[in-house]
């Protein structure tokens, strides 16, 4: 059941308590968290102390940390081009060569929070991404050769503002690295943010590359531009994508980042509402195959 493997990205519930956050999981039934910011502080830059209080906390409320949500390679490659941004998580822009050096720091902080899984990307967005993928592809290689000696999975999100922006960049980024070290984060609702087909087309490229999903929806408002949306009144096709992943064996886990506050309100209350919706999707899963 997708049930027993649902977590959360603690700030999509509280950007500034974490045991608000923790708390929320336990409450509804969670079984994990990912761990991206704390109080405006990016998990990257969190003290040994911090990171203790953390697995503790966590471990406490029957929790674990399954990922740490890190904005490893949401960087520029340094072509000296006009590149896209997105949003770094409270970490200021840092080098290719910086970015390595977080991505040891993300592997001790993995082991000290109990996990690892470590969520990457594919640079900053480049007009041209094909042809820079060589430069790419070298970068990813020796990240992975990194995570290998260490017993680390890294997983490459497809992130509409990065190189690996769709379902087949990151599949063509993660064959031609050709290691077990690094897999696909797979995210619906970020190929519909950027107008593509989240299923059948994006899911059947990665179906066989991903570890990780996230789960958010996405519908587009009056001007036709995406906006985050409650899971289940949006544009993403779960209930086929969860027939395929389930069709396929998938036996990873799913983390909520819906990214959805309402008007007026909060992001536990966004993510409630989501998780009210994401679960009332699968109780319509559920009657339809006792029928």
């Known amino acids: 059941m997708i049930e027993d493997r649902l977590g959360v990205i603690t700030d999509e519930v509280s950007p ?19 761990i ?8 990257l830059s969190l003290s040994d102390q911090q990171l203790a209080i953390i697995r503790s906390e966590t471990e406490r409320r029957g929790l674990f940390v399954s990922c740490i949500a890190s904005p490893i390679f949401k960087c520029a490659l340094g072509t000296g081009n006009q590149v896209a941004e997105g949003d770094r998580f409270n970490q200021e822009e840092r080098s290719v060569s910086e970015h390595f050096s977080m991505l040891e720091r993300a592997m001790d902080i993995a082991d000290q929070l ?16 094909e042809q820079h993928e060589d430069e790419i592809i070298r970068h990813l290689t020796r990240a992975a050769l990194m995570a290998a000696s260490r017993s680390k999975l890294l997983l490459l999100e497809n992130e509409p503002s990065c190189n690996g922006g769709f379902a087949a960049e990151v599949a063509r980024l993660v064959k031609a690295v050709k290691s077990p070290n690094l897999r696909v ?24 590359l991903l570890a990780h999903v996230h789960l958010k929806d996405v519908r587009m408002n009056e001007s036709g531009n995406p906006q985050a949306t409650p899971i289940g009144a949006g544009i993403v096709p ?5 027939r395929a992943l389930h069709r396929d064996g998938y036996a990873g886990l799913f983390t909520l980042e819906t990214h959805y506050i309402p008007e007026g ?27």
């Not at 500034?16 to 990912?34: Q, R």
């Not at 536990?268 to 029928?291: F, H, W």
């Open 36 to 43: 991206r910011t704390i109080n405006g502080q990016n998990v």
């Open 185 to 208: 984060l797979w995210d619906p609702g970020n190929e519909q943010y950027g107008n593509r087909a989240s299923y059948p087309d994006g899911y059947s490229i990665i179906r066989n």
């Open 114 to 129: 109990g996990t690892n899984r470590i969520r990457i990307f594919s640079f900053w967005r480049e007009t041209e991404p």
């Open 265 to 291: 309100g909060t992001a536990m209350e966004g993510t409630a509402r989501s998780l009210q919706g994401l679960k009332a999707l699968l109780a319509n899963l559920r009657a339809q195959t006792e029928k």
């Open 16 to 34: 500034s308590d974490l045991l608000e956050a923790l708390n929320f999981a336990v409450l509804n039934g969670l079984k994990h968290v990912e």
């Open 238 to 242: 779960y209930e086929a994508h969860f």
